[in-house]
């Protein structure tokens, strides 16, 4: 009898839609390159709710715009558009195959033209958010919808407009702004961070700018925009303008207006009064940035405690005057979830660890930045503290550059914050592989023979050093015990609190633990969605460490092993293989590495978008002139010195 074979039938396209939903975003996109059948599964409407597309204007973008017509709705970020032709092609695909369907467009690093966008906008009706910032080719001539006929069609096009994003341009004036968001119904947020204002409020200044300026954008007509839109307008963003407290005061206080979020980041001229006045009068604030505003004290920080109950970010970074004090009562906010005090030069922690200890209701913190809290010392007892009353709800914590924490706080982490996604260590050079294994370090002090030794002359009361002073030897001249095979077998025996407890991981940088070795990373850096790992600056780490992350982590979307001297071609051959969803790698100053790993990326890493081999000694610059044609994402390549050129490249 000749052999019976049977096909595999083919799950129904429902069945493998439902299996799908089950995967992470990243997860079904490999998924979907499986096979067509998978591919269409994914393209399901659940899974296309907020899909933007990001790519540069070129002849292949074409293909791709009409693509997207299949799809109910979609956003958009497209870069390097111009006056040229080819520019002037994309917007039209756009506006032929998009037009009912686009939700979003953003426009970076272009310089499109006046009649190209207006052909482009009355027919993007169903646009939600417009992103228009360092768009200054088009605010320039100050004639951007001078034309009536121009500002009804796009007026049409703009109705239900709700974000609108006009960051960065120099030339936005009364007169353009009036135009622009006149042509708006209904806005939520506006974003005008860096824009040049004037702002007559100023007694120091009077009052440069009348009404309807061609030449800047005033305070008069921000407000005016304000109180004509105060039933909607609910975001806020004058971060990097010279905003006064005259002057948020009296954005403040527009009848009607109750913004939920403001941004004020590098307004350097605000005080501690104006952010009482501003908490008095926007007590329903949500998200509020008052970063980089240097002349703010604690005393804004009670002013917040105080006022604005519902708040759930706040970002204090920067503020170099800040302390501790307040921080407790901050804590008192029940709806918190955000805390940024990175760079706040004398908080320590203790506070928030107070006020965190007190009854409800407390903050449930879900994201904590102290990074480079460098002058009062951010100790293992303040990280301790916090993530033991953190432990269910903290999911990102930056302790980058608070160089006084040890093993211990890496331990009280790998306790009790099992739930974390993001955990930056960088340069905190204390940390050792013990801290990573979880285990404690048999030190010379905890060896009794060492105790009875005679340690030589020593000081009293009355007399001095009988000898030569030998001074106390600084914690950075010593080295760890290495960590041997013995004690990597206790490792995998025992169920202790290592850095493998936190299974959920998608971010975390080693950068500059200099203490790190082999033995630690090659056993605890196994986290399946891990996507960004930073190892640079770790000497002693060798291309071992390569190529188990590589195996363990393959999800890793972005590597950087810079300044990792023991990093050669034989760890990328090895790596290279287990990491088909790289986009960014780091490879400057790793002496090792030669041509032999550009082909391995090459053969190996399509989706590569950003490479940096400065300083690689061995690389040569012809090597590198041919990997634009030979991976098609890549947009950037970073080779300073690379065969005795400095450049860099933008693909």
């Known amino acids: 009898m000749g052999e019976i074979t049977m096909e595999t039938p083919e799950l129904p396209l429902e069945i493998v839609t439902y299996i799908l939903s089950f995967l992470k975003a990243s997860d079904r996109k490999e998924a979907s390159l499986v096979c067509w059948s998978w591919y269409d599964a994914s393209q399901d409407l659940q899974f296309q709710r907020n899909d933007t597309f990001k790519f540069p204007a070129s002849i292949s973008s074409l293909d791709l715009i009409r693509g997207l017509s299949r799809r109910s709705r979609c956003s958009l970020v497209i870069s390097h558009l111009d006056g040229s032709s080819m520019s002037r092609a994309v917007l039209q695909e756009i506006g032929l195959h998009l037009g009912p369907r686009l939700e979003s467009l953003a426009l970076p690093g272009s310089s499109v033209t006046e009649s190209s966008l207006l052909a482009l906008l009355p027919h993007l009706t169903a646009l939600r958010r417009l992103d228009l910032r360092g768009l200054d080719s088009l605010f320039m001539s100050g004639a951007f919808l001078s034309k009536e006929e121009h500002r009804q069609q796009v007026g049409v096009a703009l109705a239900g407009l709700e974000e609108l994003d006009l960051s960065d341009l120099r030339y936005l004036s009364d007169l353009t702004f009036n135009r622009l968001t006149g042509c708006t119904l209904r806005l939520r947020r506006l974003s005008l961070a860096g824009c040049h204002i004037a702002f007559e409020f100023d007694p120091y200044r009077g009052c440069p700018v009348g009404p309807d300026s061609s030449a800047l954008l005033s305070l008069r007509n921000l407000r005016r925009l304000l109180q004509e839109q105060a039933s909607t307008v609910r975001g806020l963003d004058l971060s990097r303008t010279s905003i006064t407290p005259e002057s948020l005061r009296s954005v403040a206080q527009v009848g009607g207006l109750s913004l939920e979020e403001l941004r004020l980041r590098g307004c350097k001229e605000l005080t501690d009064y104006s952010v009482e006045v501003l908490c008095k009068h926007q007590p329903g604030l949500r998200i509020l940035d008052l970063s980089a505003c240097t002349e703010l004290t604690s005393r804004a920080v009670l002013a917040v405690a105080l006022s604005l109950k519902g708040l759930r970010f706040l970002s204090l970074s ?35 660890v107070k006020g965190l200890s007190a009854l409800e209701p407390r903050a449930r913190l879900e994201t904590l930045s102290f990074k480079s809290c460098t002058y009062i010392r951010v100790s293992d007892l303040a990280v301790f503290s916090l ?78 050093n009988m000898g030569f002073f030998r001074p106390p030897s600084m914690p950075f001249q010593e080295k ?56 640079s600056m770790l000497p002693e780490i060798s291309d071992d460490s390569l190529a188990s992350v590589a195996y363990h982590c393959r999800s890793l979307t972005s590597l950087a092993l810079s300044h990792c001297p023991q990093i050669s071609d034989q760890g990328i051959a090895r790596a290279a293989p287990y990491l088909a969803r790289l986009q960014h790698l780091y490879l400057s100053c790793c002496d090792a590495v030669t041509d032999r790993s550009l082909s391995m990326l090459v053969q190996h890493c399509k989706r590569l978008r950003t490479l940096d081999i400065s300083m690689c000694k061995d690389i040569s610059i012809t090597t590198v002139d041919l990997l634009q044609s030979q991976l098609p994402f890549l947009e950037n390549v970073h080779c300073r010195f690379v065969g005795g050129a400095d450049l860099t490249l933008t693909l």
């Not at 800040?322 to 030069?345: F, H, I, Q, V, Y």
């Not at 160089?403 to 993001?422: E, N, Q």
């Open 480 to 535: 760890p015990r290495l960590v041997t095979d013995e004690d990597l077998g206790v490792f995998k025996e025992q169920d202790g609190s290592s850095l493998l407890a936190l299974r959920s991981l998608q971010e975390l940088d080693l950068s500059a633990c200099s203490k790190l070795t082999d033995s630690s990373i090659t056993q605890v850096l196994r986290y399946p969605d891990l996507q960004r790992l930073s190892l």
């Open 387 to 464: 993530a033991r009353l953190l432990g269910s709800s903290l999911r990102e914590l930056d302790l980058t550059s608070c160089v006084y924490l040890t093993d211990l706080s890496v331990r009280a982490i790998a306790t009790y914050l099992p739930g974390l996604v993001v955990l930056r260590l960088g340069w905190c050079k204390e940390i050792t592989d013990w801290g990573l294994l979880g285990m404690v370090e048999l030190t010379k002090e905890c060896e009794p023979s060492k105790e009875m030794e005679d340690k030589g002359p020593s000081f009293t009361r009355t007399f001095g």
């Open 318 to 352: 920067r503020d170099w005057r800040m302390t501790d004090k307040g921080l407790a009562d901050l804590m008192m906010l029940p709806e918190l979830r955000n805390l940024d005090l990175s760079e706040c030069l004398h908080v320590s922690g203790a506070e928030i």
